[in-house]
T-cell receptor, first 115, second 112 residues
């Protein structure tokens, strides 16, 4: 069974801190890893990392993928209260049927940024 | 913008009822997914579909079935609702594998 494990499960920081969120995976036929942010609604897409794009950056957020060690990290610098959310990691890999790809999510990291 | 629409935001059903959750996407996406999200358990894949009339079981298919008669519509069916199926249900779609998933707004189902 595919596994996507995120750590920590929750984190409380103060505004201005830098945080690192972790995602490790064990899947068959990895294709891509995606990060999402979820506030009190549906998840919104942040980054996708593949073997051809193992580092992404957007503003204060950045992410890297280590395909050899099977993990990814999401960094948020100079955190703001608006960064408070659940951050979800998902891995696209081959489904059990063997011919189609599915998206498996980790349990998420709940980030709380206090003023 | 891609739009993924779920038919209901909130739903309350009785134990034993047959429940239909509908999801429609308007961008000709190939793949569609149904997840349920529970506190402490994250998003768990119930079923997914990669083409019309094609479906594949996810990690927790028991007690659920799906239907994809048209490319834009993916339905999740609870044959006989039970209280342990009380959850937030999220539908998602991707244009093709290797692309980001777009989510619907979610349906919070309560089975009493």
């Amino acid at each position: 069974e595919d596994k996507v494990v995120q750590s920590p499960l929750s984190l409380v920081v103060h505004e201005g801190d830098t945080v690192t969120l972790n995602c490790s995976y064990e899947v068959t036929n990895f294709r891509s890893l995606l990060w999402y942010k979820q506030e009190k609604k549906a998840p919104t897409f942040l980054f996708m990392l593949t073997s051809s794009g193992i580092e992404k950056k957007s503003g204060r957020l950045s992410s890297i993928l280590d395909k050899k060690e099977l993990f990814s990290i999401l960094n948020i610098t100079a955190t703001q209260t608006g960064d408070s959310a659940v951050y979800l990691c998902a891995v696209e890999a081959l489904g059990s049927g063997g011919s189609n790809y599915k998206l498996t999510f980790g349990k998420g990291t709940l980030l709380t940024v206090n003023p | 913008d891609v739009k993924v629409t779920q038919s209901s935001r909130y739903l309350v059903k009785r134990t034993g009822e047959k429940v239909f959750l509908e999801c429609v996407q308007d961008m000709d996406h190939e793949n569609m997914f149904w997840y349920r999200q529970d506190p402490g358990l994250g998003l768990r894949l119930i079923y997914f579909s990669y083409d019309v009339k094609m479906k594949e079981k996810g990690d927790i298919p028991e007690g659920y079935s799906v239907s994809r008669e048209k490319k834009e519509r993916f339905s999740l069916i609870l044959e006989s609702a039970s209280t342990n199926q009380t959850s937030m249900y999220l539908c998602a779609s991707t244009i093709f594998r290797g692309t980001e998933a777009f989510f619907g707004q979610g349906t919070r189902l309560t089975v009493v």
